[in-house]
């Protein structure tokens, strides 16, 4: 039977080493504990929680799965906190240019109307065909 490939997701079991990747109430980051009961929601909403007896003598509750890493995969997690980051930022600066797009397209319609930067230009040319049959203007 093969062996079951761990990954960062994959949930800790009882009595297998971790190590803090964020600083914890008694658990400062870098603290190595072992993992002594898992509880939360493993299966549906992927909400899985520790108790963790740790190093410098805590022993602490319902820590996060995110919060823990096991200490050989380290470098995979930051290597994934760097990915996240650069893809949140991408994120960011694509949702400021689009937020900054239909002021452009507004300031360039005439700056009147903001909103018919947001409607297509063939239903607005319907728009003003229509108003210019039904009331002559």
């Known amino acids: ?14 009595g297998e080493r971790v190590l803090t990747v964020r ?12 993992v002594k009961l898992t509880n939360g929601l493993h299966t549906t ?22 919060d823990l890493v096991r200490p050989k995969m380290l470098d995979a997690w930051h290597d994934r906190e760097t990915e996240r980051a650069a893809a949140a930022e991408a ?29 297509p230009p063939h239903l607005l040319e319907r728009s003003r065909a229509a108003r210019q049959r039904l009331l002559g203007y």
């Open 91 to 119: 994120a960011a600066n694509a949702a400021a240019q689009a937020a900054d797009a239909p002021a452009e397209v507004a300031a360039a319609d005439g700056g009147g109307n903001e909103l018919a930067a947001l409607i």
């Open 1 to 14: 039977m093969p062996k079951k490939v761990l990954d960062l997701d994959t949930p800790f079991r009882r």
């Open 45 to 66: 909403n992927n909400w899985p929680r520790y108790w963790v007896r740790f190093e410098n003598g805590e022993f602490i509750g319902q820590v996060d799965h995110d």
């Open 23 to 34: 600083d914890i109430a008694g658990a400062p980051e870098g603290t190595e504990g072992k």
